[in-house]
């Protein structure tokens, strides 16, 4: 069974630093595509960034200019560093992962996380 958990998410103020991790267990991170989302009040779900099994990263257009994502393969674990923090990144962060191949054609995630709230304050 694939878990994911984050951690790190919180109250913060705007123009402050933040890093998301999220803690795989039942797959490898290194062997698969994962990436971040994040679902804002009132809104739909949507892509931050994602990094492919060889390393590639991908950014959304709500993840462009702020946003890294890295792995620790030794710790299976991955992480999201958002910086410069605004108040329009307040939402619920989930860590996702690809079944092997299926990021690449635009499918969605087959994993999820329970998401971790980011609460950024003016």
């Known amino acids: 069974q694939v878990q994911l958990v984050e951690f790190g998410g919180g109250l913060v103020q705007a123009g402050e630093s933040l890093r998301l991790s999220c803690a795989a267990s039942?797959?490898?991170?290194?062997?698969?595509?994962m990436g971040w989302y994040r679902q804002a009040p009132g809104k739909q779900r949507e892509s931050v960034a994602a990094?492919?099994?060889?390393?590639?990263?991908n950014y959304a257009d709500s993840g462009k200019g702020r946003c890294t994502i890295s792995r620790d393969n030794a710790k299976n674990t991955v992480y999201l560093q958002i910086n410069s923090l605004k108040p329009e990144d307040t939402a619920v962060y989930y860590c996702?992962?690809?079944?092997?191949?299926?990021?690449?054609?635009?499918?969605?995630?087959?994993?999820w996380g329970q998401g971790t709230q980011v609460t950024v304050s003016s």
């Open positions: 996702a992962a690809w079944p092997p191949g299926l990021y690449y054609s635009g499918s969605p995630p087959g994993s």
């Open positions: 039942g797959i490898i991170v290194s062997s698969n595509a």
């Open positions: 990094i492919t099994r060889g390393g590639s990263t």
